[in-house]
């Protein structure tokens, strides 16, 4: 009988090599995670500056991180809006009921694509930036410097972006969907001729305010607080080198799209299960 | 950046996201006939069969919404659904009002119909109605329909 200990000379090095990657990557997995989810309590429990001056700090960051991405939130919500009329159109009018393409447009706007499509926008625009940002200031020293200042870095950099960011993007989806309903009705009255007051009341028949919107709305508030908090530890996390911050921007983006579209499914399921 | 435009553009930001969420609520959703229903009460009615009728589907007297459907229940006694309904406290409806299930359009989702009655007592918080017509299944008509001609075609 060969000791358990011993098992390893039985088996090719090579193999042996693949296991312990496999066993390195699974350890380092947790152990970021872990990393990442007490990097992120510890940002709620220092946020008291954010607050405290919320006009110096916290605004500048809302400014960053909404007010600059309305442009793209308003083109790419209109020019969503739009297609799905179109598409929507041409499908319901082979059942005579094309007025439904209202309800259409509002219910798959406000349920699913406003929160989710400005999410991923916001992650590619806000995120990558806020990764970037602070990324450069580990590269270049300055939060070192600050808390050799007695600056605590968490409350002054990072509990600002974060605020920032949740408070931006429950409105930026809103204005998504909004502007989706609008890009739907110039498709839809506009430009095909759907009856108009057809157009509006099945809408408003369609759509709850507690079962959609609000529903809506919290899952913008999640994918939020998801993105926000993920681009801020990889930019905390990051390598202090022109190479670390660049992978650290990618894995921002591509982390947060997951997130999204994996918190996505599970918030559907709850919220929307068999109603 | 200058810390006024900054703050007037942030300000410009908060305020356009929660007037959307607003417009979103009122011009989109209903949220304007939700919570615009105001002072109810409650009555209850049985049916045999309710369909595929919904908490919060309308309840309709002439095509006017006067209500909603509060709650649906199984009677585990009498074997029968009782369906107890919110209506407008503005409304008042005789006591032998009868009430439906109907379907909007072909494909459209079931409400409740009020249908009223010639009595002058009126009625009140909690009362239940007795004239009740359940929801049509598409399945019994289909059957009694081929029933029937198979019955015709028998006797000729």
Redesign the interface.
């Known amino acids: 009988m060969v000791p358990i200990w011993s098992w390893g000379r039985l088996v090719p090095e090579r193999v042996m090599k693949g296991l312990r990657g496999v066993g390195h990557q699974v350890v380092n997995g947790v152990w970021r995670l872990g990393y990442a989810t007490r990097f992120f309590l510890v940002t709620l429990m220092r946020s008291a500056t954010s607050f405290r001056r919320f ?1 110096g700090l916290t ?2 960051e ?2 960053f991180a ?2 600059l991405s ?1 442009i793209i939130i308003i083109v790419s919500g209109l020019f969503v809006g739009m297609v799905l009329a179109l598409q929507g159109y041409e499908t319901l009018q082979r059942y005579g009921s094309s007025e439904a393409v209202g309800t259409l447009v ?1 219910l798959s706007l ?1 349920r699913e694509l406003g929160p989710v499509i400005s999410a991923l926008l916001f992650a590619s625009r806000a995120g990558s930036a806020m990764t970037a940002e602070i990324g450069l200031m580990k590269a270049t020293e300055q939060i070192s410097a600050m808390e050799m200042m007695a600056v605590d870095p968490i409350a002054r950099v990072i509990g600002p972006r974060f605020w920032g960011g949740v408070l ?1 993007m ?3 989806a ?2 998504f ?2 502007m989706g ?1 609008f890009g739907g009705y110039l498709i839809a009255v506009v430009l095909i001729g759907v009856d108009e007051g057809a157009f ?1 009341s099945q ?3 369609a ?4 079962q ?2 609000v529903n809506g ?1 919290i899952k913008s508030v999640v994918f939020g607080v998801a993105v926000t908090a993920i681009a801020l530890f990889e930019g905390y996390d990051a390598p202090p080198t022109a190479e670390g911050v660049s992978g650290a921007t990618t894995r921002t983006v591509v982390t947060s799209s997951l997130a999204i579209l994996g918190l996505d499914f599970i918030l559907t399921a709850f919220m929307f299960k068999g109603v | 950046m200058d810390r006024t435009t900054l703050d007037a553009w942030v300000g410009i930001f908060v305020v356009v996201g929660i007037t959307t969420l607003f417009i979103l609520a009122l011009k989109v959703g209903n949220a304007s006939t939700t919570f615009n229903v105001g002072e109810s009460y409650r009555i209850s009615a049985d049916f045999d069969n309710i369909g595929g009728l919904k908490v919060r589907a309308p309840v309709k007297s002439a095509g006017v919404v006067v209500g909603r459907v509060n709650d649906i229940q199984f009677d585990g006694k009498k074997f029968v659904a009782r369906v107890t309904l919110n209506v407008d406290r503005r409304y008042e409806f005789p006591k032998d009002t009868s009430v439906s299930i109907l379907t909007s359009g072909l494909l459209g989702e079931q409400y409740i119909g009020l249908e009223a009655g010639g009595d002058s007592a009126v009625l009140k918080d909690g009362d239940t109605i007795k004239l009740t017509q359940s929801a049509v299944v598409l399945e019994k008509l289909i059957g009694q329909f081929l029933y029937n001609k198979a019955a015709e075609g028998g006797s000729k």
């Open positions: 006009r605004f500048r809302i400014y909404g007010v309305l509002a406000v931006s429950p409105l930026l809103a204005i969907s909004a309903v509006w809408m408003q028949n759509v709850d305010f507690r959609d919107i709305f």
